[in-house]
Nanobody, 121 residues
Framework: QVQLVESGGGLVQAGGSLRLSCAAS????????MAWYRQAPGKERESVAG???????NYADSVKGRFTLSRDNAKNTVYLQMSSLKPEDTAVYYC???????????????WGQGTQVTVSS
């Protein structure tokens, strides 16, 4: 069993900051790529940022220069530091991870339950 547990969402004023965390727990052999996605009301889920096990990152154009993604491989945890938040960043943010379980040859995809981020103007 593998779970992704997210934390750090909440309500913040425009221009403020929030830090999201996502920890993978359970019976884990290794964690490969990790990422954050978001879904605003009435919109499709979109990629926000991703990070490889080696630390290479990529960001959506809409968050470049404002969001920073990092990870702690020892803790199987990924962090999303969000700064200069805008009302259009309001969404449910979902954590994603590629996890390999002991005895399994392949990685499987897992999602967190989502955490609400609301940015007021």
């Amino acid at each position: 069993q593998v779970q992704l547990v997210e934390s750090g969402g909440g309500l913040v004023q425009a221009g403020g900051s929030l830090r999201l965390s996502c920890a993978a727990s359970g019976t884990i052999f290794s964690v490969n790529g990790m990422a954050w996605y978001r879904q605003a009301p009435g919109k499709e889920r979109e990629s926000v940022a991703g990070i490889t096990r080696g630390g290479s990152t990529n960001y959506a154009d809409s968050v470049k220069g404002r969001f920073t993604l990092s990870r702690d491989n020892a803790k199987n945890t990924v962090y999303l530091q969000m700064s200069s938040l805008k009302p259009e960043d309001t969404a449910v943010y979902y954590c994603f991870a590629e996890v390999r379980r002991p005895g399994w040859p392949l990685y499987s995809n897992y999602w967190g339950q989502g955490t609400q981020v609301t940015v007021s103007s």
